[in-house]
């Protein structure tokens, strides 16, 4: 009996772990609060009056281009 219940708690202890281990592969919560983020920044750029000598519309590229290479980055992860 003892046996058993042992195996049985080690088959869940690796359940367990094998979830916990799939979870920090597949999540990136980091790169996705950082997509939050640079899309608000774009937001507020976007709100911004166009005077800014072509800056303005230079760093809302940056901000594209940045957004893109954190998505590139999760779908490299696997997440």
Do not use: C, W
């Not at 202890?13 to 919560?29: C, F, L, M, N, R």
């Amino acid at each position: 009996m003892k046996t058993y219940f042992t195996r049985r708690l080690a088959l869940g202890a690796a359940i367990a772990a094998s979830i916990g281990v799939g979870y920090a592969i597949g999540a990136q919560p980091h790169m996705t609060e950082t997509i939050t983020l640079l899309q608000s920044a774009r937001a507020e750029l976007a709100a911004a009056t166009p005077n800014k000598g072509g800056h303005r519309e230079r760093a809302l590229g940056l901000i594209d281009q940045a957004i893109g290479e954190v998505r590139a980055g999760i779908a490299f992860a696997g997440g």
